[in-house]
């Protein structure tokens, strides 16, 4: 069988007259007839530029020099900022950034209720940079440089981006890429550790806030573990090793102890405790932002039964739980499930109950669906909860918020939920990863 011969590119620079952002970000041009997205290029803008693929539909190219600025382009502050992927915005002034996304969400809200008003809510900002809480960093021995790289990978490519800080990451993690470098270089194992889970938590005596979890290849040997060991007790964190799935976690160093992290949400006196790979908010200032809105939107009060879908470690319902009668937090994992009883019962919470099901078929015959709930919050993952929604409608509560990280899923699911006999009331964008095309939103469905 012939392999296919990769297309040979034109290498001149092409001149392009850049008319909009397409949903992922990328400037939009036309040249002879045909699109080309354009990155790094913003609208109004004309830019030189070299492609990077054609195909017979459109085509991509990469900005390499600005002719014409638009009024919304900065200067990016990271240097890394055109080479890595972990950020794709960074030309882009933040609050441009947020005007951009909270377009996203109202074109495809607009399109999928056909013309059906509701209210726009302001865009929830936070912090523009030292934001990420958690994040994959890539490791790769690049024998060239003689030299351990550890970051993220370069836009469209499978390398990893030569860096020694990170504007998007926390700070405690941005400070420690070049020592893990030098830690990793200095291994035996080198070669055999792709990659390392980050997870921050919030300051707490006694415990340490910051988590690495080391996947590696073969098993390492007694001065590996070591250097590791130490390297953890004098940056002061939590270090893990993984030598396979995600059952094969466990933690190395310090030996005792439990194994937790903790985020605070002064609000509702809460303290939650959570594994380092357990899914937990990238970004706390909005994390506690988005929970006070969603409570504010529900209106909860000290009668109502609320269901909370998708809820993870029970960050939502913990917190609706120090202003709602009672709720019930239903999850897919067990683990999470477990992780929130753990947290409700450190914390003395008794009108909040957990429990697991499979969030991708029909609840209707579950024994909890007639609980008599008055209200409930959705927060699914990026295909959404299309699946469930009769059965939460059937529900027949006041009101539901639905929590989203995919304005194509959530306009899609307000189109079924409209059918099902609520209406979308209010909507906004909650900047939750800054200087990324990524949109977080948040919308109140009332029953009609």
Known sequence: MRRRRRQ???????????????HEGRGIAHLEGKVVFVEE????????????QKRETFDQAKTTEVIIA??????????YASICGGCSLQHFNS???LAFKASVLDELLEH????????????MTGPHFGYRRKARLGVRYVHKKEQVLVGFREKSSSFITNMDSCEVLDVRV?????ALSELIGSLEAYRQIPQIEVAVGDEQSGVNSLALVFRHLLPLNTDDLEKMSAFAESHKLDCYLQSGGPDTVSRHYPKAGVERLFYNLPEFELNLAFHPMDFTQVNAEINRKMISKAIELLALTHEDKVLDLFCGLGNFSLSMARRAEFVLG?????????????????????????????LTENFATKHWADYGFTKVLIDPPRSGGFEILPAVAGLKPEKIVYVSCNPITLARDAACLNELG??????????????????ESIALFIKS
């Open 174 to 178: 941005s400070n420690l890429l070049p």
């Open 41 to 52: 290029a913003l609208p109004g803008e004309q830019v030189s530029a070299l492609y990077t």
């Open 112 to 123: 999928s209720l056909s013309g059906i008003e509701y209210k726009k809510m302001s865009p």
């Open 422 to 439: 609520y209406k979308l009331d209010t909507a906004g964008v909650m900047d939750m990863f800054p200087q990324t095309t990524h949109v």
């Open 330 to 358: 239903i999850e897919g994992s067990a683990a999470m499930v477990e992780r929130g009883k753990e947290n409700a019962q450190r914390m003395a919470i008794n009108n909040v109950d957990f429990a697991s099901a499979d």
């Open 95 to 97: 609050e441009a950034q």
């Open 70 to 79: 638009s009024n919304d382009r900065v200067e990016p502050p990271c240097q």
């Open 8 to 22: 040979k590119l034109p290498t001149d620079p092409i001149v392009l007259n850049i008319e909009k952002l397409s």
